[in-house]
T-cell receptor, first 114, second 114 residues
């Protein structure tokens, strides 16, 4: 069965600092991988996804993630945090073969201080 | 509208009452998913509809939960005899057939059971 682990339920950074949110997955086959963001009192928004091809994926708002099969990881990064990046971030996987529901991690809340 | 819509946005109910939550998917999307977002639990898959196929109910937590999808479009999630632990945000998502890995989420219904 697939599972997703997000290391750190809370991450705090200063404005302008590097953002690194960690995600590891467990899957018998390489899955599709996603990062979603949820701003306060809003719905989920897709940040980026990896399906096939280039393992470094660029998303919206300057975020990117790299699929590392050997490490079963899909960490999310942004070189310079903005106050507006404060939100909850979810990593998710989808079975590439069955293509059904997403399996989510428990989320990481990102706080950005000035 | 262009996105997934859900109603009501907020629902407060007394323990033991039944509730119905509605989801209107994006027009043309044949796949529809329900998830539950509980504090500290992240996002849990509940049920998945794909066209006319039998739904995948593997995520429903108990037989008090059921869902239907009429005419391949609107879906209703019903919770019978609500319990306090049912308090959560219920999210609906939809996708095109064959693109189950690209799901679009609605804003959710916040259910509070008192």
């Amino acid at each position: 069965a697939q599972s997703v682990t997000q290391l750190g339920s809370h991450v705090s950074v200063s404005e302008g600092a590097l953002v690194l949110l960690r995600c590891n997955y467990s899957s018998s086959v390489p899955p599709y991988l996603f990062w979603y963001v949820q701003y306060p009192n809003q719905g989920l928004q897709l940040l980026l996804k990896y399906t096939t091809g280039a393992t470094l994926v660029k998303g919206i708002n300057g975020f990117e993630a790299e699929f590392k099969k050997s490490e079963t990881s899909f960490h999310l990064t942004k070189p310079s945090a903005h106050m507006s990046d404060a939100a909850e971030y979810f990593c998710a996987v989808s079975d590439r073969e069955a293509g059904t529901a997403l399996i989510f991690g428990k989320g990481t809340t990102l706080s950005v201080s000035s | 509208g262009a996105g997934v819509s859900q109603s009501p946005s907020n629902k407060v109910t007394e323990k033991g009452k039944d509730v119905e939550l509605r989801c209107d998917p994006i027009s043309g999307h044949t796949a529809l998913y329900w998830y539950r977002q509980s504090l500290g639990q992240g996002l849990e898959f509940l049920i998945y509809f794909q066209g006319n196929s039998a739904p995948d109910k593997s995520g429903l937590p108990s037989d008090r939960f059921s869902a239907e999808r009429t005419g391949g479009s609107v879906s209703t999630l019903t919770i019978q005899r609500t319990q306090q632990e049912d308090s959560a945000v219920y999210l609906c998502a939809s996708s095109f057939s064959g693109r189950a890995w690209e799901q679009y989420f609605g804003p959710g219904t916040r259910l509070t059971v008192t």
